[in-house]
């Protein structure tokens, strides 16, 4: 069995001897420009194009992160008949839901208000808000989007969620479809988005879909950066309508040192840390696919390109 490696800005060797560990049948090598020696799988985050162009010998890539719409970007590089397999939450989910409770209850307990006080002396009281008023909804009820849901659900907001398909989960009230989606903005004080990107959720966030929200709501987005028109949002902002956002993905990462969201104190940025991969976790889940395929069962994670997740 040969196994092709790529994600960049890590370094291969720990990953390749976790994998040589799971998989001691295995040959691993990390691919570089011009490898075209025969492989059976390939595990991959943001590949170039010409790593996968023509790889009919491939028996399956697996995406090495949640999103899958760096992969699906290279359409015709992409093998038709080979199948791609996103990882199942390969302890992402938890990461995910502690960065955005941690945004809703900072928001709702006005910590980032008393923050921006104590930077200048200033000690006053902020009235706190009514938990029964301050309706948090989830854009995407996915793995993650539904793993977020649970995680918030001890602390009794009103929960909401937006899905492409009907969903019914338990304590969330559902809303789906195009012909739910503005219903479902105007229900959420707090909207954070989990969504995955395609073509028909690329800008979702635009100036229109904002203005839905409510007066002095609040962004969240851990999902993709073009979920969201950046100078829409942040007009937004500055109008007052939003309240402010917490922002871990843009259009473009590195976000530039002179983009307006640095200087904005209302948006707080991170630097695309919401959910990493965990390495070990993603070699046990990777080995047991591997093995499930070779017997020639179904695995789990299966992506529908059409979709587009």
Known sequence: MRILFYAPAINPEAWIAALKQALPQAEVRNWEEGDVAPADYALVWK?????????????????????????????????????VIRLDDAGMGV????????????????FDQFDLQARSGEWR???????????VGILGLGLLGQRVAHALAPFEFPLCGWSRTPKNLPGVECFHGAEGLDAFLAASQVVACLLPLTAETDRILNRERLAKMPQGSYL??????????????????????????????????????????????????????????VRDESVRQ???????????EAVTGLVDRGRGY
């Open 125 to 135: 009281f902020l009235k706190p808000r009514e938990k029964n008023e301050f309706p």
């Open 220 to 277: 969240i987005n851990v999902a993709r950066g073009r979920h969201v028109v950046e100078a829409d949002l942040l007009e937004m902002v500055q109008s007052g309508h939003i309240a402010g956002a917490t922002l871990d993905v843009f259009e473009q990462e590195p976000l530039p040192a002179g983009h307006p969201f640095w200087k904005e104190p209302r948006i707080t940025v991170t630097p695309h840390i919401a959910a990493l991969t």
């Open 286 to 296: 990777i080995a047991h696919k591997i093995a499930m395929l070779e017997r020639g």
């Open 47 to 83: 590949p170039p194009r010409e790593m996968l162009a023509g790889r009919s010998d491939l028996k399956a890539i697996f995406n090495l992160g949640a999103g899958v719409d760096a992969i699906l970007q290279l359409a015709d590089g992409l093998p038709a008949h080979v199948p």
């Open 95 to 110: 990461q995910m839901a502690e960065y955005v409770t941690h945004a809703v209850l900072r928001y709702f307990r006005r």
